[in-house]
């Protein structure tokens, strides 16, 4: 069983830029697809990025982030970061990571009901 915990939220203005990090525990992600949400306030659980452990680690965003925000993975560290930059303030939110086995290599998820492992949140708050 693999642990989560996230880092790296904060208070940025409009413009600025954060970096999310998830770093494991008592496995190592290199087999596990991964993957950030976010939440806010009296809103759902939605997704924001997503990739998978295999050699190309493919990725996939939300559009509402697309072209913004990147995730990575760091096998030497097990991590995986979430680089957000020309924050916005919609994107004000608990950020959580998550990761689950997949079939093979290539899966990557953007359903968090698809997800066996998530971290606390850490919050991110963008100001106008």
């Known amino acids: 069983q693999v642990q989560l915990v996230e880092s790296g939220g904060g208070l940025v203005q409009a413009g600025g830029s954060l970096r999310l990090s998830c770093a494991a525990s008592?496995?190592?992600?290199?087999?596990?697809?991964t993957g950030w949400f976010r939440q806010a306030p009296g809103k759902e659980r939605e997704f924001v990025a997503a990739t998978s452990w295999g050699g190309d680690s493919s990725t996939y965003y939300a559009d509402s982030v697309k072209g913004r925000f990147t995730i990575s993975r760091d096998s030497a560290k097990n991590t995986v970061s979430l680089q957000m930059n020309s924050l916005k303030p919609e994107d004000t939110a608990v950020y959580y990571c998550?990761?689950?086995?997949?079939?093979?290599?290539?899966?990557?998820?953007?359903?968090?009901?698809?997800?066996?492992?998530w971290g606390q949140g850490t919050q991110v708050t963008v100001s106008s």
């Open positions: 008592g496995r190592t992600l290199s087999r596990y697809a």
């Open positions: 998550a990761a689950r086995i997949p079939p093979s290599d290539s899966f990557y998820y953007t359903d968090d009901l698809e997800y066996d492992y």
